[in-house]
């Protein structure tokens, strides 16, 4: 059996992790233009709901088929159907087919993120693991810093076609090392896919996007969520083999990351969904500039993860969690007190970089906290849990705002959509006449503003959350397994006889 290459596989795992990052940012940048092009601002929050959708109800598919076939063949599948989906989200020629063609490309980031976190889990002993994932968080970070400059530049000397062509040479140089250096001795268990629990979960997910999106007749589909989603939670309890097993949150730090990560990420994605449309929107800026309004984020982010790293064996998680939460409470709080016409692009600036930092402690520290509460045997169930409380709890922020946006633009029914898509072009809709002009921008800025409380709602309940933290400084220390014996391959505990060779 061939052995797992440690270093080569982790530059890989850092590459998908790249890829993934990049994606975020560019995108963010780039959506006023891509509007102007293609219309459909009504539907501007749905380029991200689409992908977070399609991403967040596959992460417990592919976290349980990890656990019972292996890491590897579900990560390689997952960046090929990313690729395909990048390379159909560059050619669409409407709203529509975009839209579409991101949830494609969701559906293969539903394996990219949670199968390398799980990997690096699987590789790396504790102790290592705290600064590994550090430096993984600071990856994360570097992308998205390169990723709005990246975008802005595309769009303003190419095309926004390109900001999605951008992930085909890093996609297949990761899926190239990947194959040739990560090997695995997974042993196969009697054990079936929940399916029924899959069908259950993926259309409660689907219907409570639509009712948190939803005015009138379309909150019908809140009470069909409610109801999809209890008939999930009785399924799970009674399969002898369940999706998501439900023993998991009776851990407190599972239970607890999985709340507060849900709610700080409805915020973050909130933030660097709507602050770069406000800067574009109302302030008039470049999509450069709006990529510089989320780059004190992403240098913070890596910043702190990094810090989070060497901090965790020290003082222990909850410190640093409860610390990470409540510094995005204030910079949150700080953009929806300050940012006005007019205001300084200090202001957002400062506010983003405080949520990077904290969202850095706070992330690397629960999802250390998460894999070290499991052996092997469950940590591909278990991490996909966190990441897949994330990627709801993304999904449905951006859903729930992008609800209020639309609401705002379209009180009016005697102003036309295409002048909504025209306000956010390179001439900001000088064209339009002065009077609608004027009613456009402040219901943009009106609906933005409401957005941006909602955001600071959901870190302040984040930070409420994570103050039930149980207090383990010294488990971790406490778990720290031996060193690996080899250079390539790390000698798993006891309980994760199944790790990869």
């Known amino acids: 059996m061939s052995t797992t290459n440690r270093p080569l596989t982790t530059f890989a795992l850092a590459l998908s992790m790249f890829m993934a990052a990049l994606e975020m940012t560019v995108v963010s940048t780039a959506m006023p233009r891509i509007v102007s092009d293609l219309g459909g601002i009504q ?22 088929l990890s656990d019972l076939h292996g890491r590897k063949p579900v990560l390689l599948f997952g960046i090929g159907l ?64 390169l990723g709005p400059l990246t975008g802005g530049l595309l769009v303003k ?14 996609g297949l140089g990761a899926a190239a090392v990947l194959f040739t250096s990560f090997h695995e001795n997974v042993q196969r268990k009697p054990q079936r896919l929940d ?3 899959a069908l259950l979960l993926s259309a409660g997910v689907v219907a409570l996007l639509f009712g948190v999106q939803g005015t009138g007749k379309g909150m019908v589909w809140l009470p069909v969520a409610l109801l999809l989603l209890v008939a999930f939670v009785f399924v799970e309890r009674r399969v002898s083999d369940p999706l998501l097993p439900m023993s998991l949150f009776k851990i407190p730090s599972i239970a607890i990351s999985a709340s507060a990560g849900a709610l700080v990420s409805a915020a973050m994605f909130g933030a660097t969904t709507y602050v770069p449309l406000y800067v574009q929107g109302v302030l008039g800026g470049s999509p450069t500039l709006a990529g510089g309004i989320i780059t004190p984020m992403i240098v913070g982010w890596p910043l702190s993860s990094l810090a989070a790293g060497r901090l965790l ?28 016409p007019g205001t300084s692009m200090l202001v957002p600036q400062i506010g983003m970089g405080l949520f990077g930092i904290g969202m850095g402690f706070s992330s690397t520290a ?23 409380f994330r990627t709801i709890g993304g999904a449905l922020g951006v859903g729930v705002m992008g609800g209020v946006l639309a609401l705002q633009l379209l009180r009016d029914p005697s102003i036309p959509v295409s002048a909504a898509n025209e306000l956010l072009g390179p001439e900001h809709g000088r064209s339009l006449p002065p009077e609608m002009l004027r009613t456009l921008s402040g219901a943009l800025e009106t609906g933005l503003t409401t957005n941006f409380w909602i955001i600071s709602a959901f870190a302040a309940v984040a930070f409420l959350a994570s103050l039930f933290f149980p207090r383990t400084e010294r488990v971790l220390a406490a778990t720290t397994s031996a060193p690996p014996t ?4 790390p000698t798993p505990p006891a309980s994760e006889a199944t790790a990869p060779h």
């Not at 080899?486 to 391959?489: D, I, L, P, R």
């Open 43 to 64: 539907n501007y929050a749905w380029v991200f709901t689409a992908y977070m959708l399609s991403s967040t109800i596959t992460v417990p598919i592919y976290g349980k």
């Open 82 to 145: 990313f690729l395909v989906g990048s390379m159909a989200c560059g050619v669409s020629s409407s709203m529509e087919m975009l839209i579409a063609f991101r949830a494609l490309q969701g559906l293969g980031a539903g394996a990219m993120q949670p199968m390398a976190v799980t990997v690096i889990g699987d590789l790396y002993t504790p102790a290592e693991r705290a600064r590994v994932q550090g430096v993984f968080s600071a990856v994360w970070g570097i992308a998205g810093l």
């Open 157 to 170: 000397y190419l095309s926004w076609h390109w900001v999605f062509f951008i992930n085909l040479p890093v």
């Open 195 to 197: 399916i029924v629990g």
């Open 313 to 340: 064996l020290r003082v222990g998680y909850r410190p640093i969690i409860v610390g990470g939460f409540g510094l995005s409470v204030v910079g949150s709080v700080l953009m929806a007190l300050l940012l006005r």
């Open 366 to 388: 629960t999802m250390v906290a998460v894999q070290t509460s499991v052996g092997w045997e469950l940590r591909g169930v278990a991490t996909a849990n966190t990441m897949f």
């Open 486 to 489: 080899t250079s390539t391959t």
